[in-house]
């Protein structure tokens, strides 16, 4: 199958071949038959793609703050690694997609195969969705009208906000296909629709649909024109579905509107909002958000938890079903918006249109509904070469943010070799494979686990795959490197351990110990000879509560994901076993704690306190060790510089970039499946931490 992705990068877009997707729980596979380019978002993203770093740093002005803080902390060559990184990620473009389901996943009802469905499924020959973001298409509605679903939404939603009633006066502001559509939504509710536009032409468009346009070039004042329309009281609400740096719609909005009158933002609009007529007029002003309550929320739109209906009417799935209907009902036209047709295989010739000065509205992509669902494996054009058979030989499950940016470049720089990279999804397999020179990508990680032309796993996923995926990985006798953590429940470690018979290597991806300075730090260690007390701050910062990771059963919180790299430091560093290890959280109400303070005790007489806080400032440095032992103490410096004192003619250390170890973590892994070495990290550690972590979670 083929996909139309994005670089932002450099602005260019591509038709790469990928794996067909996977089919999850709660989801269809759908195959395309035609989608709507949104002219709007898509040529934003085009537009940013296509500019140069400054053009760039000109749009996205939050961003550049949050790069210059990063910079004063990590470095410089840190931050502009983790940026070009950042920008590398081929971005899929589209939403409003039409076509066949050819496969429904477990947990899924009012779906079967064969229903032709509207879905906000990218561009693409084959997309997987959730069933709760798709409504099956009525016969009476035809498969371009029906790709006009999603967009219509977006505008259904800023209308059942504005709540408008028979007989009353509406404005839509920016008539371009969804101020078009509202419009006619609108019109359909018994409002009369008034409508601005600086384009004579799509005011003209708006005409023929029933709604009396203004276009803002004529010279004609839009606020006294909407009074002069309505014997001077005002309209009863505006809905901005512009798109403007300028705050011009919102100033023309409140001063056509009516006393008490609504304003709802559809679009994107500057937001110097002027006191002086809300406050006088009582105006309420809303922005709406895409097309439904469920957007944004994990469990509606990943998980395929449903609204009740008789507390939430409409969701996005509801909502989509209502345009379908006005479609097929015939209230809502679409054939006047359409000004091109493409097929797939000229989406380029569709985004150079997009972005040039030729006028266009409704760009329909069209698809050859060919793809076979069941290809998710494919040979990837830059082999390597044949690998020793003494050789580690790699295949990676996982091509997220971490595994792109941290791990595979890692294992790249250490000169590992590259069989097969699997995810749900092929974006990630085919780019990064490309990247760094895979044999396959490919989406079916039953079958990888169990393929026996590789001799070495490394597994990137989620945190609730892990424990299994290491189970299976065992069984089919592959050496086994984790990113943390290994697993989430005791049961899972447990499951782990009896699998685990000591013929394979299993490493998980505790990287502070390899560190450049943290080897320098156990060295100075290793000299003395009393208890030692260590003292590790990592200033975390704060991530919404309802990321993935702060989610119990999917996560397990960052005590397991990222304090679980500083307990094993510590144990590294002390040489001795963790005796106990006691939590104390700071009070709040996250499912998962994220703002506390680990205490150990090893056999040795050490002592360790590990603060992990996520409620400071990220202008403050990240992480922070000091160890106080014989009279000595050093301080370790967010991985770039280490500091002794109580040491003559100790030379504090530092680095031009930060290394938290990650490099020398992989070819430690690396040498000793080639030399049958011991393990970097005794696998009795890796066991040990990783209980004593358990322990604590369920205290």
């Known amino acids: 199958m083929k996909q139309l992705l994005h670089s932002l990068a450099t602005g260019a877009s591509e038709l790469p071949e990928l794996p067909a997707p996977v089919v999850p729980r709660g989801h269809l596979l759908i195959r395309s038959s035609c989608s709507l380019v949104s002219a709007g978002t898509e040529r934003m993203l085009v537009d940013f793609g296509s500019a140069n770093w400054i053009g760039k740093a000109r749009q996205q002005p939050a961003k550049v703050q949050q790069v210059l803080e990063k910079a004063r902390t990590d470095g410089p060559l840190t931050t502009l690694d983790a940026v070009r990184s950042k920008l590398d990620q081929p971005l899929p473009l589209g939403y409003c997609n039409v076509g066949t389901v050819v496969a429904v996943g477990s947990e899924v009802s009012g779906f079967q195969i064969g229903d032709k469905v509207a879905s906000n499924g990218a561009h693409a020959e084959l997309v997987s969705v959730s069933h709760l973001l798709c409504a099956v298409i009525p016969t009476e509605v035809s498969d371009e009208a029906a790709a006009f679903t999603v967009l219509s939404s977006i505008g259904l939603q800023g209308t059942r906000l504005a709540n408008p009633t028979l007989g009353e006066t509406f404005v839509v502001s920016g008539l371009g296909l969804i101020g078009l559509l509202t419009g006619q939504l609108l019109a359909a509710q018994g409002c009369r629709v008034l409508g601005l536009d600086p384009d004579p032409s799509k005011c003209a468009l708006a005409e023929t649909l029933g709604i009396m346009a203004l276009h803002l070039s004529s010279g004609v004042d839009p606020v006294a024109w909407c009074l002069d329309h ?72 990943q998980q395929g938890h449903d609204y009740p209906i008789g507390f939430v009417r409409w969701t996005q799935q509801r909502n989509f079903q209502a345009v379908l209907h006005a479609l097929a009902s015939g209230a809502l036209r679409t054939e006047p918006l359409i000004s091109h047709r493409f097929s797939f ?25 060919t793809a076979d669902p069941e290809q998710r494996l494919i040979q990837l054009p830059a082999a390597a070469e044949d690998v020793a058979s003494t050789k580690p030989l790699l295949s990676v499950i996982g091509a997220g943010n971490f595994a792109s940016r941290v791990l595979i470049p890692a294992f790249t720089k250490v000169g590992a070799g590259f069989y097969t990279i699997a995810a749900s999804s092929g974006i990630g397999p085919v780019h990064l494979g490309r990247k760094f020179g895979f044999r396959q990508a490919s989406t079916d990680v039953p079958a990888l686990l169990v393929d026996p032309n590789y001799n070495t796993l490394v597994i990137a996923t989620r945190h609730d795959s892990h424990a299994l995926l290491v189970q299976q990985a065992l069984a089919a006798g592959k050496n086994v490197f984790v990113e943390k953590p290994l697993c989430l429940t005791v049961e899972e470690l447990s499951s782990i351990q009896a699998a685990f018979t000591g013929e394979q290597l299993l490493m998980v991806g505790y990287n502070r110990r390899f560190a450049p300075l943290s080897v320098l730090l156990q060295q100075q260690l290793s000299r003395s000879q009393g208890p030692k007390a260590f003292v590790y701050t990592c200033n975390a910062g704060a991530i919404p509560v309802d990321h993935w990771t702060q989610d119990p059963s999917a996560g397990g919180g960052r005590m397991l994901g990222e304090a679980c790299h500083f307990v094993d430091l510590l144990r590294h560093l002390a040489a001795s076993p963790i005796e106990d290890l006691q939590l104390f959280s700071a009070a709040d109400s996250k499912p998962c704690p994220d703002t506390f303070s680990l205490q150990l005790r090893f056999a040795d007489g050490s002592i360790g306190t590990v603060h992990y806080f996520a409620n400071g400032s990220k202008a403050f440095p990240k992480e922070r060790l000091e160890v106080f032992v014989d009279g000595k103490i050093f301080r370790l410096d967010n991985y770039l510089k280490l500091k002794a004192w109580g040491i003559p003619g100790f030379r504090t250390r530092r680095l031009l970039q930060q290394d938290k170890g990650q490099v020398a973590c992989c070819a430690a892994f690396l040498t000793a499946i080639e030399t049958g070495g011991s393990p970097p990290i005794p696998t009795c550690e890796i066991f040990e931490v990783q209980r004593w972590l358990l322990e604590a979670v369920n205290q």
């Open 230 to 301: 309505t014997a001077g009281i005002g309209v009863d609400g505006v809905l901005i579905t512009a798109a403007t740096s300028s705050t011009e719609p919102v100033h023309v909005a409140a001063g056509a509107c009516r006393q008490r009158g609504r304003i709802v933002l559809v679009g994107v609009t500057g937001l110097e909002l002027r006191r002086d007529l809300f406050y006088k007029k009582e105006l309420s002003f809303q922005v709406s958000c895409s097309y439904g309550p469920g957007r944004y929320d994990p469990a509606y739109e």
């Open 345 to 369: 295989e000229q989406a380029s010739d569709a985004y150079e249109l997009l972005s040039s000065a030729e006028p266009s509205l409704g760009i329909l992509l069209r698809y050859p509904e």
